[in-house]
């Protein structure tokens, strides 16, 4: 067995490197310790990017968490008619499925799907260097109790397996994690820049060059837009993307 220490970031060259790295995680050759619950994966366009939710790069006037509660308020009053009523009676339910409508959370993506999280890293057409897929592993005292106590007060950041609320974490085999705001530092602070992750945490870079085969190769393994935002939506992207 091989634990992960500070040197965390792999060079993956192609597709088929990745499936036998990830083949070689999953059978215990790369792992963090023998206390893991879970491993979870997330795709991101560009490596220079901080594992930290979308919230923590907003510029916010004023105490955080009055700012947050706020949002989240006017999200139920304004959108009350749009939500499931059995959405809005549970509040972890509630972030989630905000979270998955673009509105800025607490909440980090991320699957259990390695597949998914690559597709992820390579969907969207910017322009960058290198792409990464991140691993991270759990432990079962990093497992969120949804039962009970709020997404927006846990003590740690903690992953948490929502329910089905929507067909698009079905369709990815969604998971979040919910982070934890520092008051006295005023933010968020990036799993990657916590000492308590670093063997918790594996990256996988790609280069940007492989993008196009990368995607052909997914597609051909029925992981595309269209199977994992199955909606019209989704499908229009697929077919714009296929008739390039």
């Known amino acids: 067995m091989t634990t992960i220490s500070e040197d965390y970031i792999f060079p993956i060259k192609d597709f088929e490197e990745f499936l036998v790295t990830i083949n070689a995680q999953m059978s215990g050759e790369i792992e963090s310790s023998n206390k893991t619950e879970l491993t979870l994966y ?11 939710p979308k919230i923590a790069r907003t510029s916010i006037d004023g105490p955080f968490m009055i ?8 999200f139920i009053r304004l959108g009350r008619s749009l939500i499931p009523s059995h959405v809005l009676n549970n509040e972890w339910d509630l972030l989630a499925f905000a979270q998955h409508h673009g509105l800025k ?7 259990t799907n390695p597949l998914v999280a690559l597709w992820f890293a390579f969907n969207e057409e910017i322009k960058v260097k290198t792409r990464s897929v991140w691993v991270m592993f759990i432990e079962k005292d990093e497992l969120a109790d949804t039962k009970s106590g709020s997404p927006l007060s846990q003590p740690r950041t903690a992953a948490f397996k929502p329910n089905h609320i929507s067909q698009w974490i079905t369709a990815q085999s969604g998971w979040f994690t919910t982070h934890k705001y520092l008051d006295r530092a005023k933010k968020f602070n990036p799993l990657d820049a916590q000492s308590g992750y670093k063997d918790k945490l594996v990256r996988f870079d790609f280069k940007n060059l492989q993008r196009e085969r990368i995607l052909r190769t997914l597609d051909i393994l029925g992981i595309n837009s269209s199977s994992l935002f199955p909606d019209v939506d989704g499908l ?3 077919l714009n993307w296929k008739s390039r």
């Open 67 to 74: 700012y947050e509660r706020e949002t989240i308020d006017e």
């Open 105 to 111: 959370t607490r909440l980090l993506d991320w699957t």
């Open 42 to 52: 997330r795709g991101q366009g560009n490596s220079e990017w901080r594992l930290e």
């Open 236 to 238: 229009a992207a697929y």
